[in-house]
Every structure is written in C-alpha cells, then in structure tokens.
C-alpha cells in the first residue's frame, strides 16, 4: 500500500523555524520527484518545494526561496522541509506530494502529482 505521511507541523512564532518530514511506505522515495503543497484557508494549494527524482534538483517558490530547504534522507525513505524565519503568512496546512516524473516547468501543478499526503498543520503566530 502507497502511502505518504507528514509529521512536524505546529505552532511556532514569527522569525521561528520547523522541520517537516514525509516518509513514504509502499515504495521507494528517490525513485519519485516530491513536491511540498500548502493551503491555507480559503486559498488554492500552492508548491512550496519540489526535489526531482533525476539528478535531485531543487526548486523553490519565490515567496519561501532563501528560507526554507528541501532535502531526501534515502536511508529512512524520507523527504524533509526545513522552514526557517517563518512568517505568519506561511501559515498553512502543508502536504507532500509524489510522482515518477516531472519536469521543472510541472514542479507545483498539482494534478501532476499521483500520491499525497493527509497534511501536516503549520501556524506562525506570536
């Protein structure tokens, strides 16, 4: 069975930092390009983060681009997103995401993606 599960969402203050991993089960994780989404309320899913699964590569938004970082643990078949100087306006439901392939140009398309995620909640509050 494919599945995806997010941990480490929560709350942190404005300038704070988090880490959220998505491990996968039912398949091996560096042989699929993953995204991170996010939602908030009453907003579309935007891409956040991808890492492809040819050389690695990584692509960011402009809005968290210098701040946070995506990186593959393959050992524990694990994506991480590490969230640094969080804003309130990051705040959001985060999701991972996973397909076989994809180019740079489909990175943060969502119906591009096969697998997600249940979401991993993130608040930036003071």
């Known amino acids: 069975q494919v599945q995806l599960v997010e941990s480490g969402g929560g709350l942190v203050q404005p300038g704070g930092s988090l880490r959220l991993s998505c491990t996968a089960s039912?398949?091996?994780?560096?042989?699929?390009?993953i995204a991170w989404f996010r939602q908030a309320p009453g907003k579309e899913r935007e891409g956040v983060s991808c890492?492809?699964?040819?050389?690695?590569?990584?692509y960011y938004a402009d809005s968290v681009k210098g701040r946070f970082t995506i990186s593959r643990n393959n050992a524990k078949n694990t994506v991480y997103l590490e969230m640094n100087s969080l804003k309130p306006e990051d705040t959001a439901v985060y999701y991972c995401s996973a397909t076989n392939w994809i180019i740079h140009a489909m990175c943060f398309v969502p119906s591009e993606y096969d697998y997600w995620g249940q979401g991993t909640q993130v608040t930036v509050s003071s």
């Open positions: 890492i492809t699964s040819s050389d690695g590569s990584t």
């Open positions: 039912g398949f091996i994780l560096n042989s699929y390009a």
